[in-house]
């Protein structure tokens, strides 16, 4: 006769319902759904710092991890610590499964903030925009208007950008929070004069009907007026992030000649992305693995990425092009909002929970 199953211990069945726990964690977050915080003003007012939302890894497809040696259920270090959670001793190449969906043009896209060289790009910071241009586009920006493939792009409903106020007496923060303007989306002039202030079409209205307001005009850099920190570094093409383009934006497959102008548009990216071992660029000219280089097909797609905060957000008209192999995911739903100008049960957004992503 055989003798029965030794019972587990209390210690051994907690051990085991948590290595559980862990795994199925691990393979939700991986295939399905990741839970995603705002940190930053950079979509508002679509998105606010505070929000909880959870990316969809389905909707384009479930990226296979390139960097698989990991702690589980950690991004860069190790809890609590500066410990690298990762080793990059196996790096595996790029694969994506089947999605649902490409990325669409307008779609708020989650993704790996590519000019991070010191990590792995899977591994690389989360950084939420929207897709502003798909590959192929042309993008442009002209006195803050967007322009996408020669028509005015649509406008998110929420799209804030800043402005000068003039006022006939101080302003508190009580008064701003009723136009909608928290504490960190106004700053008072050093002279005393004003103040510069985010916001929508819609609270800027409401503003301009307050008696106290003398005026508002937004704050536009000009045509020419050249910032040395826009995209493509060194151009010198008088962009800014008000004025800029025309660009392309590269797609698998399109073959450019590399005129000295393309190099200066297009080297970068090529050098930091397209997996070449060794990239030189030299007085105009591009070289891959020693070999000078007449025309290039791109390896993958690429896309240009916009806050919707557009004078409060670090995207592709600074940094440039995201590649496709740093998608992570579909920014879906929200599940919770937290106010930090509020206390208790005051800070919960309620009307916020479960708000689709737009």
């Known amino acids: 006769m055989s003798q029965s199953k030794k019972k587990k211990s209390a210690t051994r069945e907690w051990l085991d319902a948590l290595v559980f726990a862990v795994v199925a964690a691990s393979l939700i977050r991986w295939l399905l759904l990741e ?91 989360n950084y939420i925009k929207r897709a502003v241009g798909i590959s192929g586009d042309i993008i442009e ?93 060194g151009s010198n093409y008088g962009w800014n992030r008000d004025n800029f383009g025309p660009l392309q934006v590269p797609a698998l497959g399109w073959e450019i000649e590399m005129t000295p102008d393309n190099v200066l548009r297009y080297g970068f990216t090529i050098e930091s992305y397209e997996g070449h071992e060794q990239v030189d660029i030299r007085e105009g000219e591009l070289f891959i693995d020693g070999q000078k280089v007449e025309n290039y097909t791109f390896t993958q797609n690429y896309y240009f990425m916009m806050g919707d905060n557009r004078h409060d957000s670090l995207d592709s008209r600074f940094w440039g092009f995201v590649p496709e192999d740093h998608i992570v995911g579909k920014a879906w739903f929200l599940w919770l909002s937290l106010d930090k100008y509020e206390s208790m049960f005051g800070k919960i957004r309620w009307n916020r929970f479960f708000k689709g992503i737009n």
């Open 141 to 233: 920006v002209k006195e803050g208007e967007l322009i996408v493939n020669g028509e005015a792009s649509p406008k998110p409903e929420e799209m804030q950008y800043s402005y000068d106020l003039i006022s006939n007496r101080p302003l508190t923060s009580e008064f701003l929070a009723e136009y909608g303007i928290n504490p960190d989306s106004f700053m008072a002039f050093s002279n005393g004069s004003g103040y510069m202030v985010f916001g929508t079409d819609q609270m800027i209205e409401k503003l301009k009907k307050s008696p106290v307001v003398e005026s508002i005009t937004k704050r536009l850099e000009g045509p020419g007026m050249n910032d040395s920190m826009i995209f493509p570094n």
């Open 35 to 125: 839970p995603f915080t705002i940190p930053t003003a950079s979509m508002e007012k679509s998105l606010l710092v505070g929000d909880f939302l959870f990316v969809s890894k389905m909707h384009y497809g479930t990226r296979i991890p390139k960097t698989v040696l990991q702690v589980p259920l950690t991004h860069q270090k190790i809890w609590g610590t500066e410990i690298p959670s990762y080793s990059e001793a196996i790096q595996l190449p790029y694969y994506r499964l089947p999605g649902f969906s490409d990325v669409e043009r307008n779609d708020v896209v989650v993704f790996n903030y590519p000019v991070e060289f010191q990590y792995p790009s899977d591994l690389k910071t």
